[in-house]
């Protein structure tokens, strides 16, 4: 089993997708935000770091072998300003910290993740930065955009790009990433359309400002589908598949996401949202968090499924490359 140190953390989605392998286990968590730290102690036995990782002294970390991280992505993201490397809130520059810890602990692997403009950012130069510093550190690297409902069966329009580096020349020319799957997962696996939840999540006359209720109303006439209030109109996703998440889910505006059921018209619960990022029915909100807290935790987080496909490849290369090195070593002896 490998030895994993998560950093930037956030409620363990990465850990998990990886953990699900039963081939891999965080032994470090590092993540700065107190909330998402919460809700990750309540689902694994790792007592998390809570402090900024550029106040962590590398001989702090224990050894690892696997670096995770779905480092900051609002600097690149088409949703924030795109300032990259020069974002005025330092979030840019974080990578640089992961290149501290690397350099000096040296794991096998490194696993990361980030928004798909990451790859467009200014032309190029900032992915290129960083799979250089990759390469300097004698990494061979691998990388790819892969979409949520395409490659982890779960109905999100969710794409993220993603990448793999191996210390280890056979690992990395075994290791392929996942293809495509038939998205199985319907809607109703991952929303409960059927039932009344809580009046909070409704919709109703007079509940905001001008005239957003009587347009949803009058628009949403599918109630198989997921609708968005775009600030002046209605807007229906007509993939059949949920928008991408975003941290600001609760707080109203643009970003969240409608549904239309027998009881009236209501956002998505946290629980439907974490759902949303495949992660599993058991997964343990704390009870006292609020929505808006859970909401933000839910659309910083990954698509748990896509994780796992990638962790199990990245298992296989592993395996088969160990396997070869004692056959040649029989062979030799």
């Known amino acids: 089993m490998l030895r994993c140190a998560s950093f930037f953390a956030g409620v363990g989605g990465i850990d998990l997708g990886f953990e699900k392998t039963g081939f891999f286990k965080t032994i470090y968590a590092n993540e700065i935000d107190c909330y998402p730290v919460q809700t990750f102690e309540k689902n694994f036995n790792v007592k998390v770091d809570c402090r900024d990782i550029r106040d962590i002294q590398v001989s702090e970390i224990p050894d690892f072998d696997v670096m995770l991280a779905g480092f900051p992505c609002q600097a690149f993201s088409i949703a924030g300003r795109r300032q990259g490397f020069e974002d005025d809130k330092g979030r840019g520059t974080l990578f640089f910290e992961l290149v501290r810890i690397f350099k000096e602990k040296k794991p096998s692997i490194i696993f990361l993740e980030n928004v798909k403009n990451l790859v467009a950012h200014d032309n190029g130069n900032t992915f290129m930065t960083i799979i250089e510093e990759l390469k300097k550190e004698n990494y061979f690297v691998k990388y790819a955009i892969l979409n949520a409902m395409e490659y982890g069966n779960i109905p999100q329009n969710r794409e993220r790009i993603y990448i793999v580096a191996f210390k280890n020349i056979e690992q990395y020319k075994n290791f392929e990433f996942p293809f495509p799957v038939i998205l199985s997962t319907k809607l109703t696996d991952i929303i409960d359309f059927k039932n009344k939840v809580e009046e909070k999540y409704y919709y109703t006359e007079g509940k905001y400002k001008g005239d957003i209720y009587e347009q949803l109303v009058k628009a949403m006439d599918d109630s198989n589908a997921i609708y968005q209030w775009r600030r002046k109109y209605v807007r ?81 290369s592993y395996e088969y490359s160990e396997n070869f090195s004692k056959k040649q070593l029989l062979v030799c002896s």
């Open 236 to 316: 229906k996703n007509k993939s059949g598949v949920v928008p991408t998440l975003t941290a600001n889910q609760g707080e109203g505006g643009h970003n969240v996401c409608l549904i239309k059921t027998p009881f009236g018209i209501r956002k998505m619960t946290p629980k439907e949202c974490f759902n949303t990022q495949g992660f599993s029915k058991d997964f343990i909100l704390p009870k006292n968090l609020s929505d808006a807290k859970l909401y933000k935790q839910a659309g910083n987080s990954v698509c748990v499924t896509v994780i796992e496909r990638i962790a199990t490849k990245i298992k296989e």
